[in-house]
């Protein structure tokens, strides 16, 4: 199972068909990450 994970943040914001672990990194929409959305 594949799992997508936040990388502001680290809470995880979806999950996905995967034949083996696999971690992706992207941003949610909380506020928090709005925030910080220009340190990247
Ligand atoms: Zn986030």
């Known amino acids: 199972m594949g799992t997508?994970?936040?990388q502001t943040c680290n809470n995880t914001i979806d999950y996905f068909e995967d034949e083996k672990v696999t971690?992706?990194?992207?941003?949610?929409n909380c506020s928090s990450?709005?925030?910080t959305e220009d340190l990247d």
């Open 4 to 6: 997508i994970v936040c």
């Open 23 to 28: 971690i992706l990194y992207g941003q949610c």
């Open 33 to 35: 990450c709005e925030q």
